[in-house]
């Protein structure tokens, strides 16, 4: 039915319009519109891949264009400040703030529900002291047995790889690195120009591909790997087990993205999809792991080297807990990525349904850690959702040392979570090879922004400790916070 009125509304027009052009020739420009309407509504008749527009001939397209930009509607006209995700409009508001360096006060009171039983609130005490120097919130890794220990801050740029990111972004990001005193993660993309140029501290990550130190078969080339990691500019080194967004699947690198240039860093062919392994070749158990952990020290000339993961079966990570203990083989550091971690592209069966999230995954590898003596031999990394000072308290709170984070620092530099990370079209041009698109993000401006997240973020958390009658970090425990809140609770009024 719905075909026959378009044919016979089709006609319709169409004979008026020749009708009427034949009297009145200054409507013939009238053609020039609607014969290809007919035309495109006569071809979706015929075509049988798309339902809709086998049916609705023409009105079937504005499904497709409301869906593509349902994105924007959401965030720009329905969610509230608090529910955004996968982070909320406040949330993205703050980093902004900061990363402009403008007031970040938010007006009228909390937007929370602070009766909710999933409040958390900071104990403040009525005795506050004066506010610690924030430059003086610094962690030494590897003290001990490195050649080369490192001071890192508590807040630094968690892993992303170039082809991932544009190399704007990743310049800026690493000047902002060198500005603000803090490293840049590489992620397992490799160790690109663009890491280097900007004269900030970085880590190197090492995934399942070897990107930039492999073999033509892929398989691990540790000569290549030396020439790299004895640069000035390299920190530490960071072996990739696993990521939180998608743990247990390898990254997916388009072929879109893979240009000449992604491909002489990464060491693979260029204009093809990359697939990282899902697993390591130079080891399958426990002690295989700390022997090669410590092989890239030794490599890297005695840097600070250690491994991520996100916790999955937690006897697996007792039982490396006890090699530690056996073989005498520790890491420097071991980073915590929380199964909501970020990433430009997963299947969305892992981003939902595998890995532990980062607070309960920070708590059993804190306390297995200190049941096992190993708390304060190893530094621990939280990598996962910290915009915030709050948010980073609470991390180390939980037990670590310091944290990373990504998307944080995404924000600084312009993004404005379109959520395009894996189609190379992403507007602001961070997530994106397109030159087109990337120019748009001016690093001169950028990379400003990000130190000055970096500083006010800091600046923050040093303002909540005061506050908390606290000054110094390691003071911070799990007691700090309060959860829930009830009335009225059994035996009195009490926040829990």
Not at 180 to 198: A, R, W
Not at 330 to 340: M, S
């Amino acid at each position: 039915m719905t075909r026959r009125i378009f044919v016979l509304s089709s006609l319709i027009s169409l004979g008026t319009v020749l009708v009427a052009g034949w009297f009145f020739h200054g409507i013939w420009w009238a053609l020039v519109i609607l014969v290809p309407l007919i035309a495109l509504g006569v071809y979706n008749l015929v075509q049988t891949r798309h339902t809709i527009l086998r049916n609705f001939p023409l009105l079937g397209y504005f499904r497709y264009m409301f869906e593509a930009i349902s994105p924007e509607i959401q965030q720009y006209f329905i969610e509230r400040h608090t529910d955004g995700t996968p982070i909320s409009r406040n949330h993205r508001a703050i980093v902004y703030q900061r990363a402009k360096d403008v007031s970040s006060t938010h007006p009228f009171g909390s937007e929370l529900n602070l009766y909710d039983e999933r409040y958390e609130g900071m104990k403040h005490t009525i005795y506050v002291r004066k506010a610690p120097d924030p430059e003086s919130f610094r962690v030494e890794i590897g003290g001990g047995r490195c050649e080369q220990p490192y001071r890192a801050s508590i807040l630094n740029i968690s892993a992303m790889s170039f082809g991932a990111l544009s190399a704007n972004a990743i310049l800026a990001m690493n000047k902002g690195a060198a500005e603000g005193g803090f490293y840049h993660n590489t992620g397992e993309g490799g160790l690109s120009d663009h890491h280097l140029q900007g004269g900030g501290d970085v880590v190197w990550q090492i995934g399942t591909g070897y990107f930039g130190c492999r073999t033509e078969d892929g398989e691990f080339d540790p000569d290549t790997f030396r020439e790299k990691a004895v640069h000035p500019h390299v920190k530490m080194i960071e072996l990739k087990l696993s990521q939180g967004a998608k743990p247990g699947h390898g990254g997916v690198l388009p072929a879109a993205k893979n240009s000449e240039e992604i491909a002489r860093i990464r060491m693979v062919e260029p204009h093809t999809d990359v697939l990282s392994p899902q697993y390591h070749r130079e080891f399958d158990d426990a002690e295989g792991l700390l022997r090669f952990v410590t092989r890239l020290r030794e490599l890297s000339g005695g840097k600070p080297t250690g491994f991520k993961l996100c916790i999955g079966r937690k006897e697996e990570f007792v039982s490396l807990c006890d090699a530690m203990r056996e073989t005498g083989m520790l890491p420097d550091f071991i980073t915590i990525d929380g199964a909501e971690g970020g990433t430009g592209a997963a299947p969305l069966e892992y981003s939902d349904s595998v890995g532990m999230p980062l607070e309960p995954a920070l708590r059993f590898v804190a306390s297995t850690m200190e049941s096992k003596g190993l708390k304060r031999e190893i530094r621990l990394i939280a990598s996962g959702k910290v915009f915030t000072a709050a948010q980073l308290i609470k991390m180390m709170a939980l037990g670590a040392d310091l944290c990373n984070s990504a998307r944080a620092f995404m924000l600084a530099v312009g993004c404005i979570q379109a959520q395009r990370c894996d189609t190379n079209r992403c507007p602001t041009g961070v997530a994106t090879q397109d030159p087109g698109l990337t120019k748009g993000l001016v690093v001169a401006d950028k990379f400003r922004r990000v130190a000055n997240f970096h500083r006010n973020t800091l600046k923050a958390v040093a303002g909540m400790m005061a506050s908390c009658g606290i000054s110094d970090p390691a003071e911070l425990r799990p007691e700090l916070f309060m959860h829930g809140y009830s009335w009225p609770p059994q035996g009195g009024t009490r926040a829990g």
